[in-house]
């Protein structure tokens, strides 16, 4: 069997949404523990995103981070072009359907991973539009900051100025809250699909996926509201 | 428990062949017993049916002891009707009440053509099974049946997986019409056991592509078939099946 009938299969495409489904799921540690670093705030009110502003400067100045991050946009890629492909495939299985729907046996989340993976894309459109756009092309609305005579881009400000709206910050805790539910399924899910099958893995890792789901939407969550409530910034 | 007698209102989907279009066509049944079985309420309905002059309604069942694995009825929503780890025909009109009104649909799914009304071919499973759901076995006389240390556990899950009677509830279940919770009974009954042993990583790569070609969907773990089956059958399987497959790819020849 060839490494192309392999990942055709239909258990090799769902190996590709696992497989970057958990690139992704390491992504948003290292996304929300850098973007943590805005908290820093808190402690130290002079601090006005220091710690956040070289962490990102670091994040975009270094070259094995921006081959990761060629990475990571194949993996998205890959991750969204095969999750529609097999959302639709899956669909086209059933060309009647059936007049009374069978829901009870499984969670809505498990079976809106196609519309929650959507309302993720859109917001995540809006998100780059917002940020990578602006630190990697445009620059629009980023001014220099400098620390120990090295300039960088005062993302923190940026980050500021975005948050300052109501709709933004709605928009944002829309997309967290369906990342949310995208995640309790889908982690779990994709170390099924790696074959992992001994109960006291998947028990374990039911539990830490639905720890992580919470854990990483709340923390987005609050980096907006935090901005707009005035606890930093 | 109470004996009681019911009238109801029955939806059921009439179709005359695979080629043509069907639809829901609302019968009445009177006087139901609740001790009756689900498809002994239908022989009352057929009985009806051909009283009055009219086609009965074609349904699969076989056994009637809920181990074949024959019936088949989406019952208000549901593959097998409304109870946990039962089959239609161990389904009793004890189940509804006076005055419900019942919708019964066949397995929906494209590798499942409706044969006619309820009934479906599902000759797509034996060619799953014909790819790979087999072992090889000496000729001569028997071999002595403890002559094989097998671990208890896996003796266990073995047969845990071997109670599938490829009825084929998952897929009706299945929002993806996935055929995997019956293939990956199919795949860890024998994986689980050394006589499966010789033709363990063929078997899931032939089964897998034999699913593929008869045109069911892939898994997306949402658990709706283990919720269904009529015999528990773990979604534990499913992921056996995974680290079989994988296992297998990577360690091919070629």
Redesign the interface.
Known sequence: MTWKQVFTSSVGKKLVMGLTGISLVLFLIVHAGINACIFADLVDPEENGAMFNKAAHFMGSTVLIRIMEIGLFAGIILHIYQGYLLTLENKQKRAIGYAVTYKDGSKWYSRSMGLLGTLILLFLILHLYHFWVSARFTHQGLDPVTYNGIEMHNMFALMKVTFSEWWIIAVYSAGCISLAYHLAHGFQSAFRTLGVYNNRYTLMLTSIGYAYSIIIALVFILMPISFKMGWIG | MEHYHMNLNL?VWRQKNTNTKGD?KTYQVKNISSEMSFLEMFDVLNEQLITEGEEPVAFDHDCREGICGMCSM?I????HGPWQANTTCQLHMRAFKDGDTI?V?PW????FPVIKDLTVDRSSFDRIIQAGGYISVNTGNAVDGNALPINKDNADNSFAAAMCIGCGACVA?C????A?LFLSAKVSHLALLPQGEPERKSRV?NM??Q??KE??????????????CPKEIS???????????????LS?D?
């Open positions: 939806k829901f989406y208000n929503g549901k593959p919708v649909e929906r799914a494209n590798a279940a929002k993806n019409s996935s995997m790569m897998v592509a699913m593929d045109g069911f969907g892939a898994c997306t773990n949402t658990g709706a078939c283990e919720a269904t979604l534990t399987n499913i992921a056996r099946l995974n680290s079989e497959y994988l296992g297998a790819s091919a070629k």
